[in-house]
């Protein structure tokens, strides 16, 4: 049996193998589909436009007032168009979608074989004593998407912060750590540039099962909202040296 040493060198070894993502820094410009153009899609559709990637929307609506208004809003290579068309047009597609919706349009947006699918949702929160209850599945929302799309490389990320920190880490003090979790080691590379290029700080956290701790990582950090009426915090995961 190892001993505590040899497990937590380890550990070492992993922690620093999770950092790598943190020195990855601007990359070729790509084209991202980010599908809905809610609170989070705008947030992180304005910090990779910002950053030079052409960003499509599948909306909808692409057509609607409102969708254009947010178009024009955003400076960058930025347009809307369905989410079957946003989705065939890149190799990257985000999923900022309510978990509900998201299950029967990501089945209806066409192949998605050998895209990284990046992940961001969180499951309809449950208030059991007015606190967030975990799931009733111990599946995480990450792996049940992995099932309903078996050829897509699916990287979770971005679920736990607030999309108005994505936009400005500042607000928590400059460190915004985004765990993300996956099967795929290139996808997860590939969206840890993503996150770091907008000055945000990616760990990966291991294998796609870890998104069941890092969607938990929502539930915490909704409660608390809930038990102090108001505040808020943003994860910081500090790597030790
Ligand atoms: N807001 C945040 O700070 C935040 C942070 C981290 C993670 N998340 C997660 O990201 C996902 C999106 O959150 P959000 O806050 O951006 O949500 P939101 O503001 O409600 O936007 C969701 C978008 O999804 C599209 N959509 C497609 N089908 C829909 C349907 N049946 N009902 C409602 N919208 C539908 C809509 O875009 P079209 O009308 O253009 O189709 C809508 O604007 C959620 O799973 C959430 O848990 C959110």
Redesign the pocket.
């Known amino acids: 049996m190892a001993d505590r040493r040899t497990v937590l060198t380890a550990i070492g070894a992993t922690v620093a193998a999770s950092a790598i993502g943190r020195t990855a820094g601007a990359q070729a410009k790509q084209r991202i589909a980010i599908l ?6 705008q ?1 992180l559709a304005s910090c990779w436009a910002r950053a030079g990637h052409p960003i499509v ?1 599948g ?3 692409p057509d609607d007032k409102r ?1 254009r208004d947010l178009i024009r809003d955003i400076s960058g290579p930025v347009s809307a168009v369905t989410p079957a068309e946003a989705a065939a047009q890149a190799d990257i597609v985000v999923s ?4 509900e ?1 998201a299950k029967e ?1 990501l089945r209806a947006v066409g192949d998605l074989t050998g895209k990284i699918v990046i992940d ?3 499951a309809p929160l449950k208030l059991v004593d007015r606190y967030p209850a975990p799931r009733d599945t111990p599946i995480s929302v990450a792996e049940e998407l992995q099932a309903l799309l078996p050829g897509a490389k699916v990287v979770k990320a ?6 108005k920190s994505i936009v400005d880490p500042r607000r928590a003090g400059g460190h915004v750590s985004i765990p993300l979790a996956g099967a795929d080691v290139a996808a997860k590379s590939r969206v840890a540039a993503l996150v770091s290029e907008i000055g945000l700080e990616p760990v990966d956290c291991g294998p796609l099962v870890a998104a069941r701790y890092i969607e938990a990582m929502l539930l915490l950090a909704s409660g608390y909202v809930i038990y102090t009426r108001g505040k808020l915090f943003e994860f910081h995961l500090a790597p030790v040296s």
């Open positions: 809905g153009t809610g609170n989070l899609g947030a929307f909306s909808r609506t969708v900022a979608l309510p978990w919706p349009l961001p949702m969180n971005f679920n736990t912060p607030t999309s």
